[in-house]
């Protein structure tokens, strides 16, 4: 596949998982196992999270338009990228932590591994950096 495509399911994979926890916190934290009704602190945790995976899932739409630089775009990668990593490093250490592991703590660290790859795999390898700095 081509950069652009992996850009474009990356871009619907946070904007669907952004939507989905600004409107439906509950179902998204029954899905990591948080539990049937958590409490309000950790449903505006997880609006939180929808809101910064939205805006992250504009950003990089936004980097592709066609009038746009094309450090945008690679800006826009290296950021999720290291928001991705992050997120699967505190996830590994909050999973470490708990003696029984589940599927349903895995699912956002698997999701955030997997943005890592698309983020990687969606970079464009030109001479981008290499312009830019003479």
Known sequence: MQPKKFRKILISG???????????????????????FPDRGARYTIRLFGIRNALMSYQLYQAERSDADPEEVEEALRQGIVVDVFDVLFGLGAS???????????????????????????????????????
């Open 96 to 134: 470490g932590k708990k003696s029984s592991g589940s599927f349903n703590a895995a699912v956002p660290v698997v999701a955030s591994a997997i943005g890592v790859l698309l983020g990687l795999l969606g970079r464009e390898h030109t001479d981008v950096s290499e312009s830019h700095n003479e």
């Open 14 to 36: 946070r904007a669907a998982v952004g939507w989905s926890a600004i409107l439906m916190p509950k179902l998204v934290a029954r899905a990591w196992g948080v539990g049937t």
